[in-house]
């Protein structure tokens, strides 16, 4: 018997009293138990607090992607326990590529974004600045700073692992402690992959807890600083979220909960095509990974009329090669439900659905594993011939192997279809056709959190309609609970608050770390090309002597480069054109004029120019016209051990203080 401990202020707590037991999905047998109504939840929220928050946020983002780094391949080394404590919950070993190695994988993403898409700082900027005033003496930043509670993380039983790490990744990449609260089914696996992330060292004090069993009254002490985001049936967000505490002190409360997930084998796709065979695949595979048990798995399956019955002769096909077994033996493709109480709560579900349509493939009652003491259920397939009379298929989620096949007859009908989910993770459309494409986005983008396209020319590559992408956004309107997650560097803001702030340039430089145009310029140094990454600072400028562009430069690049654009050597057809006076000089040419003025030849710790951003040429420069370039330090950021990316602010003028030109240059620079 497996004691499943909490891990709270510090100390691992065994199960005491309220602990409940948890089965083996594959045996029926006892093999743990959870949870402690005596655990001090109170001191829990204070450790995080007063260790776990200030400790994180003294780092930096990178100082945490690096962290989450370390701990992904640390957890990696590591899986093979993970993958044998998950059997029990029913898991195939294919299953536990998805949620032990998917959540890994989704970890080290989120460490690869923190390091390429965050400063090396502890503010996060979010957009441009916004000029306020007429001299742009007053302008307007928004900024991301992380909460300075904790984020309660109440997860589903369906993925042990991935469901804590891609919301903890996020998390602690933001800079808060977390405190996971797994769904006892299958918290036994979560604590060992908690107590792994613990013994590692990686994490400082406070930074992860865990609670094995009930929040007690956490719920009612949470504030404005903390987070809760659940993941879970509707009707317990319902609940949660309607906890009086929750409302009066305006707690951020994340749902991702049931979704009655459709995917529409488009018009194009009829049988003989590679796109029928396809969505038959997708829909074979949803209908049986994690034996269902998956918050985007297809459950409404949408057919043009007249393919309804070659697709069901082709699903039906399919699930009789489906082995259902013990997930420990190799050729079982779709283990036993989580346990004895889900499964069932899906024949229940699957009785109500079959109200309104007809069971097509697998009886529970003749399934040859009917009286095995595991919680196995066959994959249930179902037709419903009238889905504008039904409700259940679209209202009913039975939360295992079961899905629903039902025609429309034209893509508005298919989108009415699919919006009768009333809100949904994931919607899915197999076809070629991009006009069914761009009509069904129209028309149902607004209820689901992401559309997945799929055909032929994507099929080889996609990454399959149920699975959830670290970088993309992972949520749903309405029934799948209105929330968001993943969707890269905006995790990570689901845990912080954006703040506008306004001010001077320097008053905003000084809080982002970056340079604002018109903050105080450092001019008096000597030139930044001959100083290495650390020796510079925000604001470094030079300013350089001014150059006048002739007709002969002109002339010299066109015929060097090719480019005998007529505005470059037509005075008549330049002149007829609305942005032109006559013959100007190409912008290719100015910047390269910029470069010849503000470089210092020498080998120095300027390693390499590695791109420019953000240009827009503002003036055009005709022949006569002098320019002259004011190069900024804008921002540093630390790219490895040796050398840093330094972003610079670069602006033309002409003879006239006019503005020409403007762009961010990128070059690597030794530290
Ligand atoms: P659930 O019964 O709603 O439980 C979800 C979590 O809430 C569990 O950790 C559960 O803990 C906890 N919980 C229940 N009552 C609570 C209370 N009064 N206070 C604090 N926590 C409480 O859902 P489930 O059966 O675990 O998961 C299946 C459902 O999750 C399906 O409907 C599925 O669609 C949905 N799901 C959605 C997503 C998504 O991303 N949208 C992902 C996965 C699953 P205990 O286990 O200890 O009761």
Redesign the pocket.
């Known amino acids: 018997m497996r004691l499943v401990h909490s891990f709270a202020a510090g100390q691992w707590i065994a199960p005491g009293p309220g602990a409940?037991a948890i089965e083996s999905a594959i045996t029926g047998e006892v093999i743990a138990q959870?949870?402690n109504d005596a655990l001090d939840v109170q001191a829990m929220r204070a450790f995080a607090r007063d260790r776990g928050t200030v400790a994180l946020q003294a780092m930096t983002f990178h100082d945490r992607a690096r962290m989450l780094k370390a701990l992904a391949l640390y957890l990696r080394e590591h899986r093979q326990v993970l993958y044998d404590l998950s059997f029990d919950t029913g898991a195939t070993q294919s299953d536990h590529l998805i949620d032990i190695d998917g959540g890994i994988g989704t970890m080290l993403v989120f460490a690869s974004k923190g390091r390429r898409e965050m400063p090396d700082s502890r503010i996060y900027i979010d957009g441009p600045p916004e000029q306020l005033s007429r001299t742009g003496q007053f302008q307007g930043q928004h900024i991301c700073t992380p909460l300075q509670g904790v984020a309660l993380h109440?997860?589903?039983?369906?993925?042990p692992v991935w469901?804590m790490l891609e919301k903890l990744a996020p998390t602690l990449l933001a800079g808060m402690p977390a405190i996971i609260?797994?769904?006892?089914?299958t918290?036994y696996v979560t604590e060992v992959c908690v107590r792994l992330m613990l013994d590692s060292g990686l994490l400082p004090d406070g930074a992860l807890q865990l609670i094995a069993?009930?929040?007690g009254d956490?719920?009612d002490h949470l504030d404005c600083q903390d987070v809760v985001t659940?993941?879970?049936?509707?009707?317990?967000?319902k609940?949660?979220r309607a906890t009086p505490n929750v409302l009066n002190s305006a707690v951020r409360f994340t749902?991702?909960?049931?979704?009655l997930n459709a995917s529409v084998l488009g018009p194009d796709a009829v049988q003989g095509t590679p796109e029928f065979d396809l969505f038959v695949t997708e829909a074979l595979r949803e209908m049986t990974v994690k034996a269902g048990?998956?918050?985007?798995?297809i459950r409404r399956i949408l057919a043009p009329s007249a393919q309804v019955d070659a697709l069901i002769t082709a699903l039906r096909a399919g699930l009789s090669k489906i082995t259902v077994g013990n997930p420990r033996e190799t050729g079982t493709d779709m283990g036993p439900l989580?346990s004895s109480n889900?499964k069932m709560?899906v024949l229940q579900k699957a009785a109500q659905i079959g109200t309104e349509a007809e069971r097509v493939f697998g009886d529970p009652e003749t399934f040859s594993m009917a009286d095995d003491q595991g919680a196995f259920l066959p994959p249930m397939l179902f037709h419903c011939a009238d889905p504008d009379a039904a409700h259940a298929v679209h209202d009913v989620?039975a939360?295992g192997p079961v899905s629903t096949v039902m025609p429309y007859n034209d893509m508005d009908h298919a989108a009415a279809l699919l919006n009768r989910g009333k809100g949904s993770?994931v919607a899915s459309v197999i076809t070629r056709d991009g006009d069914v494409a761009r009509a069904l986005a129209m028309a149902s983008a607004p209820f689901h959190g992401r559309l997945y396209f799929n055909n032929r020319d994507s099929m080889a590559e996609a990454t399959g309609h149920g699975a959830?992408l670290p970088h993309m956004v992972?949520?749903?309107p309405g029934r799948?609970?209105g929330?968001e997650?993943l969707g890269g560097v905006r995790a990570a803001l689901h845990y912080m608050q954006r703040t506008a702030v306004q001010g001077s340039p320097d008053i905003l430089s000084a809080i982002t770390g970056k340079w604002t145009p018109g903050a105080t310029e450092h001019v008096d140094k000597p030139h930044p090309f001959t100083r290495p990454f650390d020796d510079l600072t925000i604001g470094d400028t030079l300013h350089t002597p001014s150059r006048t562009v002739t007709l002969d430069d002109i002339e010299t690049f066109a015929n060097f480069t090719g480019d005998t654009f007529y505005a470059h050597m037509d005075h008549a057809a330049a002149a007829a054109n609305p942005f032109f006076p006559g013959r100007v000089a190409h912008g290719y040419l100015l910047l390269s004029f910029a470069a010849g003025l503000f470089v210092q030849p020498d080998p120095g710790p300027v390693l390499a120019n590695t791109g420019l951003d953000n240009l827009r040429f503002m003036k055009p420069v005709e022949p006569g016209d002098s320019i002259k370039v004011r190069l900024t330090v804008k921002a540093k950021t630390p790219r490895n051990d040796d050398y840093g990316e330094v972003r610079w602010h670069v602006a033309l003028t002409n003879q006239n203080d006019e503005a020409v030109a403007e762009y961010e240059l990128l070059t690597m620079n030794e530290y």
């Open positions: 409940r959870a949870g109440i997860n589903a039983f369906n993925f469901g609260k797994p769904a006892t089914a918290s069993g009930g929040t956490l719920l659940f993941t879970g049936s509707a009707q317990t967000a609940q949660l749902a991702e909960q049931d979704s048990q998956k918050c985007t798995a989580v889900q709560d989620e939360f993770l959830p992972h949520g749903g799948a609970g929330g997650e």
